[in-house]
């Protein structure tokens, strides 16, 4: 099995646009999520959690094109309502097989427009 891709996430504090990710075979054809597959989005404080660390939200992943393997999630502002800083995600596949598929750092940026 591969290891999850490394993906370093900048989101800026308060957004809410979609995050996109293609899931694709060993071969870097993309692979057809129409039935049966689902993902989630987790952001923790650490990137072990085992080793401690908060969960700070998580969320279910939607299908965007299921034949081009194509999902996204979408973080609501008051999920990245969060201090300026680097925190730490991972995408899995929950179904039909669980595993780990993306991960990084998911930093926080400050925002420049009051709200």
């Known amino acids: 099995m591969a290891a999850p891709t490394k993906i370093d996430l900048q989101y800026t504090r308060e957004d809410n646009q979609p995050i996109g990710f293609v899931l694709n075979d060993a071969d870097g054809a993309a692979v057809n999520i129409t039935t049966g597959f689902a993902f989630t989005m987790t952001v923790n404080t650490s ?27 979408t973080p609501t502002s008051v999920n990245t309502d969060l201090d300026a800083d680097v925190y ?22 400050p925002q420049v427009t009051l709200t």
């Not at 080793?51 to 081009?68: D, H, K, N």
């Not at 991972?90 to 940026?109: H, N, S, Y």
Request: aromatic share 12%; charged share 20%; net charge negative.
């Open 47 to 73: 990137d072990d959690a085992d080793a401690g660390g908060t969960e700070l939200f998580q969320l279910a992943g939607s299908i965007v094109s299921g034949p081009l393997g194509q999902f996204k999630f």
């Open 88 to 109: 730490f995600y991972d995408v899995q596949q929950d179904t039909p097989t669980r595993r780990t598929i993306a991960k990084g750092q998911f930093e926080i940026l």
